[in-house]
């Protein structure tokens, strides 16, 4: 009998994603007790096992990306309540150590057509670093760049080191930013939505900050 090692990888993975999925839902039951360093400490841990089930999601996909087996569920979806939903996940996360707040611009339409699941996911991991990173706050925005919905997260942190701007966010491992694979998974999100000749991307900048932005075609 012969194994498909990247295949029982891609298993590992999975059950490891489940395991810590259930960790986390164990966190998030334990209830803050007003002590600033035990409740600190609950709050990183919850984060850290947000982020890492999160990798192993994104891992998976990517493989199944290789692998020419992931393909968007592209459908309308409301931008404000995706918006408020993100909201109200961070600021959850954030509890009383930061501000988060929401914005959208007056010309976004009620409806557009994305994947939802992917383009949530790629934004929460985007929300999660902000999260790690942000001094005091971070915002959340929706709004029109030309043809194309951006979202946008926002923190006011050091901001991106240069060697994460000056190279392409698939190839930045080791950059400061984990194995990288967050911002290769987010690129992979964007470029999987097309319309009329039109390709997402991600774009890294910093102003203030570090500035993340999701433009959708």
């Excluded at 994603?17 to 919850?46: C, I, Q, S, W, Y």
């Amino acid at each position: 009998m012969t194994f498909d090692t990247t295949d029982m990888h891609a298993a590992l993975m999975h059950e490891l994603k489940n395991n810590l999925g259930l960790l986390t839902m164990t966190l998030d039951g334990m209830p803050v007790l007003g002590l600033p360093e035990h409740d600190a400490k609950l709050d990183e841990a919850r984060l850290i096992c947000q982020r890492s089930v999160e990798r192993l999601q994104q891992a998976l996909l990517v493989y199944k990306a290789d692998r020419q087996m992931l393909h968007p569920a592209i459908d309308a979806y409301s931008p404000l309540d995706l918006l408020r939903e993100l909201g109200d996940s961070a600021s959850s996360l954030a509890r009383n150590r930061l501000t988060v707040n929401t914005l959208v611009g007056e010309r976004v339409p009620d409806i557009w057509f994305f994947d939802r699941s992917l383009v949530e996911m790629a934004l929460i991991n985007a929300i999660h670093n902000a999260l790690a990173y942000a001094r005091a706050s971070i915002r959340i925005e929706a709004d029109l760049e030309g043809d194309y919905l951006a979202f946008t997260v926002r923190d006011d942190s050091d901001g991106y080191p240069e060697n994460i701007l000056a190279y392409d966010g698939a190839r930045a491992g080791g950059a400061g930013l984990g194995t990288g694979l967050g911002l290769r998974f987010a690129r992979l999100i964007a470029e999987l939505h097309e319309n009329q000749g039109r390709v997402g991307s991600l774009r890294l900048s910093n102003d203030s900050g570090a500035v993340f932005s999701l433009l959708l075609p």
